[in-house]
């Protein structure tokens, strides 16, 4: 069982990007500039702190230090992909595709309905065994291109969290063990 002392929670260092739309923010009801969504799309392709028009999204503490060395950390790396697939999987939706409470378990169940099962399952399964955060987010970018044609939402501050897990190993388990746990919930026995 997770608590919240085991697993750090990004949720106090709101108001992230995604989050100023949700009910009850500064910006609540707005939607997504497509001017905002464009520059963090190219986060899709470049590398955390590399596009300048990124930089005014970012939330994460820099450390001064590492950035003076061309460092940055593994937790800006995972905001920057978070922004990315948030931006990608906003583009051209007419409601907010951060919902607080989706995890990426729940949302790819519900691909189900409209993309083979065993299909989803490899997907789901491929970022669950991705060992480094390039590769559970080239896993997670297929998975929210499907949420996107579906128009499935996805909690994207809790992405963040799962993205922040992925560089230790027992975070990591832990946030593998979510994913299973949600996406393949018990139903029942099955009637043949």
């Given at each position: 069982?997770?608590?919240?002392?085991?697993?750090?929670?990004s949720?106090?260092?709101?108001p992230?990007?995604?989050?100023?739309?949700?009910?009850?923010?500064?910006?609540?009801?707005?939607?997504p500039?497509?001017?905002?969504?464009?520059?963090?799309?190219?986060?899709?392709?470049?590398?955390?702190?590399?596009?300048?028009?990124?930089?005014?999204?970012?939330?994460?503490?820099?450390?001064d230090?590492?950035?003076?060395r061309?460092?940055?950390?593994?937790?800006?790396?995972?905001?920057?992909?978070?922004?990315?697939?948030?931006?990608?999987?906003?583009?051209?939706?007419?409601?907010?595709?951060?919902?607080?409470?989706v995890?990426?378990?729940?949302?790819?169940?519900?691909?189900?309905?409209?993309?083979s099962?065993?299909?989803?399952d490899?997907?789901?399964a491929?970022?669950?065994?991705?060992?480094?955060?390039?590769?559970v987010?080239n896993?997670?970018?297929?998975?929210?291109?499907?949420?996107a044609?579906?128009?499935?939402?996805?909690?994207?501050?809790?992405?963040?969290?799962?993205?922040?897990?992925?560089?230790?190993?027992?975070?990591?388990?832990?946030?593998?063990?979510?994913?299973?746990?949600?996406?393949?919930?018990?139903?029942?026995?099955?009637?043949?």
């Amino acid at each position: 069982m997770t608590t919240s002392a085991s697993r750090p929670s990004s949720r106090k260092e709101a108001p992230w990007y995604w989050a100023q739309f949700e009910s009850g923010r500064r910006e609540s009801g707005a939607m997504p500039r497509g001017s905002d969504l464009a520059a963090l799309r190219l986060g899709l392709t470049v590398p955390a702190g590399q596009a300048p028009q990124m930089w005014p999204f970012y939330r994460t503490r820099v450390d001064d230090v590492r950035a003076a060395r061309g460092l940055v950390s593994d937790r800006l790396v995972a905001e920057h992909m978070a922004l990315a697939l948030f931006a990608s999987h906003q583009q051209g939706q007419s409601r907010l595709m951060h919902r607080p409470d989706v995890s990426i378990g729940t949302a790819a169940r519900a691909l189900h309905d409209r993309f083979s099962r065993e299909g989803v399952d490899s997907r789901m399964a491929a970022a669950a065994q991705a060992r480094s955060m390039n590769a559970v987010f080239n896993h997670l970018r297929g998975l929210v291109s499907q949420l996107a044609v579906i128009g499935q939402p996805l909690d994207y501050t809790r992405l963040l969290d799962d993205l922040r897990s992925w560089p230790f190993p027992e975070s990591r388990a832990r946030t593998v063990r979510s994913w299973g746990s949600s996406y393949h919930v018990w139903t029942g026995p099955s009637a043949h």
